[in-house]
C-alpha cells in the first residue's frame, strides 16, 4: 500500500512555475499509484483571502487520480500567534472559506487496515470556537480509531527540535503541544508528516519515522528549516510513505524537471505580497 504527500503547492490564479510545477507533480503522483493522496496545506500561493487562487487549486488538484483530502496552511487560513504572516491571523471566515473549497480541515480516513489522520494545525494556540471543537475531536479519536496502526498528518511540524523553536508561526504553539502529546500517546501513530518548511528531513521519535515534506513551488534557502526539524533536502518533491505490516517507510521522490525557484524569484509570490501589502526587509 502507498500514501502520497504532497505539501506547500501554493498555486495562484495567475499562473507560474508553481502553478506549472504543481500540474507536472499531479501527473507524477497519478504515476506512483497511491491508495491515497494527503496534500498538507499552503494550497494557494499566499494570501487566505484570495478566492481565486482557491479556484485555480481545486482546478490543479482535481487531477490527482487517488482519494485526496487537503489540510488548510497558514496561507489557506491564516495563522496563530502575536505576529501572523502578511497580518493574516486565523480566523473562523478563513477556515470557513477554506472549507467551502476543499472540505473539512480535519479528517479520519481508512486506507486499508491503517487509518490517515488529519489535523488542522494553524488552529492550535488561537482560541477560536473552531480549536474547542477540533479539541474535542481530537480528545475522540482514541475511541473512533482504536489499534489501527495511523498516519498522522499536520501543515506545521508538531515538535520543533529546538525547544525555543517551539513557536506558532514554525510549528504546533508551545500551549498546545503538551495536550497534543498526550492525545497522540493514545494513538498507534506509525509515522508524522507536515508541511510548511519546505525543507525534506527525516528524523525518528521512539522509532517512529517524523517527516517534513518538501513543497512543490519554491524553495528558502539559508532559512532555519534543519534547526527545526533537522539537516535534509532543500529541493522540491512529494512523499511516498510505502506501508506493510512492519510499518510506514517515507521516501523522497521527485520528478527531473521541477522549476526550484527561491521564493522571492517567484514573481506571482511578489505580486500576491504586493496585493496583501506586505513588505519584506530588505
Ligand atoms: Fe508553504
Ligand atoms: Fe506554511
Given at each position: 500500500?502507498?500514501i502520497?504527500?504532497?505539501s506547500?503547492?501554493h498555486?495562484?490564479h495567475?499562473?507560474?512555475s508553481?502553478?506549472?510545477?504543481?500540474v507536472?507533480?499531479?501527473?507524477f503522483?497519478?504515476?506512483?499509484?497511491?491508495?491515497?493522496?494527503?496534500?498538507?496545506?499552503?494550497?494557494?500561493?499566499?494570501d487566505?483571502?484570495?478566492?481565486?487562487?482557491?479556484?485555480?487549486?481545486?482546478?490543479?488538484?482535481a487531477?490527482?487520480?487517488?482519494?485526496?483530502?487537503?489540510?488548510?496552511?497558514?496561507?489557506?487560513?491564516?495563522?496563530?500567534?502575536?505576529?501572523?504572516?502578511?497580518?493574516?491571523?486565523?480566523t473562523?471566515?478563513?477556515?470557513?472559506?477554506f472549507?467551502?473549497h476543499?472540505?473539512e480541515?480535519?479528517?479520519?480516513?481508512?486506507?486499508?487496515?491503517?487509518?490517515?489522520?488529519?489535523?488542522?494545525?494553524?488552529?492550535?494556540?488561537?482560541?477560536?470556537?473552531?480549536?474547542?471543537?477540533?479539541?474535542?475531536?481530537?480528545d475522540?479519536?482514541p475511541?473512533?480509531v482504536?489499534?489501527r496502526?495511523?498516519?498522522?498528518?499536520?501543515?506545521?511540524?508538531?515538535w520543533?527540535?529546538?525547544p525555543?523553536?517551539?513557536?506558532?508561526r514554525?510549528?504546533?504553539g508551545?500551549?498546545?503541544?503538551?495536550?497534543?502529546e498526550?492525545?497522540?500517546a493514545?494513538?498507534?501513530?506509525r509515522?508524522?508528516?507536515?508541511?510548511?518548511?519546505?525543507?525534506?528531513?527525516?528524523?525518528?521519535?521512539?522509532?517512529v519515522?517524523v517527516?517534513?515534506?518538501?513543497?512543490?513551488a519554491?524553495?528558502?534557502r539559508?532559512?532555519?528549516?534543519?534547526d527545526?526539524?533537522?539537516?535534509?533536502?532543500?529541493?522540491?518533491?512529494?512523499?511516498?510513505?510505502?506501508?506493510?505490516?512492519?510499518?510506514?517507510?517515507?521516501?523522497?521522490?521527485?520528478?527531473?524537471?521541477?522549476?526550484?525557484?527561491?521564493?522571492?524569484?517567484?514573481?506571482q509570490?511578489?505580486?500576491?505580497?504586493?496585493?496583501?501589502?506586505?513588505?519584506l526587509?530588505?
Amino acid at each position: 500500500m502507498k500514501i502520497v504527500q504532497i505539501s506547500d503547492t501554493h498555486i495562484s490564479h495567475l499562473g507560474g512555475s508553481p502553478t506549472d510545477n504543481a500540474v507536472r507533480v499531479v501527473e507524477f503522483v497519478n504515476a506512483l499509484q497511491p491508495d491515497f493522496v494527503v496534500h498538507s496545506g499552503d494550497v494557494t500561493i499566499l494570501d487566505p483571502d484570495e478566492d481565486r487562487d482557491r479556484v485555480a487549486a481545486r482546478e490543479v488538484l482535481a487531477g490527482i487520480a487517488a482519494p485526496l483530502r487537503v489540510l488548510p496552511g497558514n496561507h489557506d487560513v491564516g495563522e496563530p500567534g502575536e505576529e501572523p504572516f502578511g497580518d493574516r491571523p486565523v480566523t473562523s471566515e478563513r477556515v470557513a472559506a477554506f472549507r467551502a473549497h476543499f472540505g473539512e480541515d480535519r479528517f479520519v480516513e481508512e486506507v486499508g487496515d491503517w487509518v490517515v489522520i488529519g489535523v488542522n494545525s494553524e488552529l492550535f494556540d488561537s482560541g477560536l470556537p473552531e480549536e474547542d471543537e477540533q479539541w474535542e475531536w481530537i480528545d475522540a479519536l482514541p475511541a473512533l480509531v482504536g489499534p489501527r496502526p495511523a498516519l498522522f498528518f499536520t501543515h506545521k511540524p508538531v515538535w520543533a527540535l529546538r525547544p525555543e523553536l517551539q513557536d506558532p508561526r514554525l510549528s504546533v504553539g508551545p500551549q498546545s503541544l503538551p495536550r497534543l502529546e498526550s492525545a497522540l500517546a493514545a494513538l498507534d501513530v506509525r509515522a508524522y508528516g507536515s508541511g510548511h518548511l519546505h525543507h525534506y528531513a527525516l528524523t525518528f521519535r521512539d522509532g517512529v519515522p517524523v517527516v517534513s515534506a518538501p513543497s512543490t513551488a519554491f524553495v528558502h534557502r539559508g532559512a532555519v528549516s534543519a534547526d527545526i526539524v533537522g539537516p535534509g533536502l532543500i529541493q522540491l518533491g512529494v512523499v511516498e510513505y510505502v506501508i506493510d505490516e512492519s510499518g510506514a517507510l517515507p521516501f523522497f521522490r521527485a520528478p527531473h524537471d521541477l522549476v526550484e525557484p527561491e521564493f522571492l524569484q517567484v514573481e506571482q509570490a511578489r505580486l500576491a505580497l504586493d496585493a496583501m501589502g506586505v513588505v519584506l526587509p530588505a
